[in-house]
């Protein structure tokens, strides 16, 4: 597939571990890690930069709200909760980044670097 001066984006799940983590997501829990899939930002290769990280500031966070149709508090239990089952890290109240092992986006080649880095920020 050829997409030169495409503006189409695209995230990927990875089936690869087979998709129980999946069916295991709350339905909050899954639009929150889509909305914050959809805000993370993919370096350039050129970019030293911390890679992947995903920024929610205020207006996200109202937007995110809505879709969820819940209050801050509810919100920060969702994010707790993702945190906690390892589907992301909070480096603060609004930087995050996303677990690669279920949703991905950027080149497929970098995936399993992405999984190592992730896991030493876990661990």
């Given at each position: 597939?050829?997409?030169?001066?495409?503006?189409?984006?695209?995230?990927?799940?990875?089936?690869?571990?087979?998709?129980?983590?999946?069916?295991?997501?709350?339905?909050?829990?899954?639009?929150?890690?889509?909305?914050?899939?959809?805000?993370?930002?993919?370096?350039?290769?050129?970019?030293?930069?911390?890679?992947?990280v995903?920024?929610?500031?205020?207006?996200?966070?109202?937007?995110?709200?809505s879709?969820?149709?819940?209050?801050?508090?509810?919100?920060?239990?969702?994010?707790?909760?993702l945190?906690?089952?390892?589907?992301?890290?909070k480096?603060?109240?609004?930087d995050?980044?996303?677990?690669?092992?279920?949703?991905?986006?950027?080149?497929?080649?970098?995936?399993?670097?992405?999984?190592?880095e992730?896991?030493?920020?876990?661990?």
């Amino acid at each position: 597939v050829k997409a030169s001066g495409n503006k189409e984006k695209f995230f990927m799940g990875r089936e690869s571990d087979g998709l129980d983590w999946f069916y295991n997501l709350s339905g909050n829990q899954l639009k929150t890690l889509v909305f914050l899939l959809s805000l993370e930002r993919v370096p350039k290769e050129s970019d030293t930069t911390l890679t992947h990280v995903t920024v929610l500031g205020k207006t996200d966070r109202e937007v995110l709200q809505s879709i969820l149709k819940c209050t801050p508090q509810y919100l920060n239990r969702v994010i707790s909760s993702l945190a906690k089952e390892k589907w992301l890290v909070k480096l603060s109240t609004t930087d995050f980044i996303i677990n690669p092992k279920g949703f991905y986006k950027g080149p497929a080649k970098d995936v399993f670097k992405r999984m190592t880095e992730f896991n030493r920020l876990v661990d």
